[in-house]
């Protein structure tokens, strides 16, 4: 029993809390990992016990039902999206890097390790934004490159 207890907090679920067995995937994990402990799952509200094939059965069910109705309502904001993009309302999110900025800063003579610094920013995306610009000075230069320099 203690065991089953640990189970139950670690996911987040107590004896007595009210919350409707089934709504999600974590709760069939949690009903599987309750019977891989040796005990059962017993839902009075809802009349669920995983001690019986039925049971197990309808609890299965709400499992696919909370899964469908999680797929419908994702599907349904896909094309909410898709809705407004074709309207011009979204837009997206706004650009986060500043491109000219970094593309200034290298032409001043800064390198990418400065630049990342200067702006806050990861050298990586220095690099990448300096790629998609096409300065030279994207080119990473690797251990082999500067003892040959």
Same mark, same amino acid.
């Given at each position: 029993?203690? *065991?089953?207890?640990?189970?139950?907090?670690?996911?987040?679920?107590?004896?007595?809390?009210? *919350?409707?067995?089934?709504?999600?995937?974590?709760?069939?994990?949690?009903?599987?990992?309750?019977?891989?402990?040796?005990?059962?799952?017993?839902?009075?509200?809802?009349?669920?016990? %995983?001690? %019986?094939?039925?049971?197990?059965?309808?609890?299965?069910?709400?499992?696919?039902?909370?899964?469908?109705?999680?797929?419908?309502?994702? *599907?349904?904001?896909?094309?909410?999206?898709?809705?407004?993009?074709?309207?011009?309302?979204?837009?997206?999110?706004?650009?986060?890097?500043?491109?000219?900025?970094? %593309?200034?800063?290298?032409?001043?003579?800064?390198?990418?390790?400065?630049?990342?610094? *200067?702006?806050?920013?990861?050298?990586?995306?220095?690099?990448?934004?300096?790629?998609?610009?096409?300065?030279?000075?994207? %080119?990473?230069?690797?251990?082999?490159?500067?003892?040959?320099?």
């Amino acid at each position: 029993m203690p *065991e089953c207890s640990s189970i139950c907090r670690s996911a987040g679920a107590h004896p007595g809390k009210r *919350e409707n067995p089934g709504r999600s995937a974590q709760h069939l994990e949690l009903a599987h990992e309750i019977e891989q402990a040796g005990a059962h799952l017993k839902v009075i509200e809802q009349s669920v016990d %995983t001690s %019986t094939a039925a049971g197990r059965a309808f609890y299965g069910m709400l499992a696919v039902f909370a899964a469908f109705e999680t797929d419908v309502r994702r *599907e349904r904001q896909l094309e909410g999206i898709a809705m407004a993009k074709r309207q011009g309302v979204y837009k997206g999110g706004k650009a986060r890097l500043d491109r000219q900025r970094v %593309t200034e800063l290298s032409s001043q003579g800064l390198g990418p390790a400065a630049i990342a610094r *200067e702006l806050g920013m990861a050298r990586s995306s220095v690099y990448r934004l300096l790629e998609q610009a096409g300065s030279r000075r994207a %080119t990473r230069i690797g251990p082999e490159q500067r003892r040959a320099a």
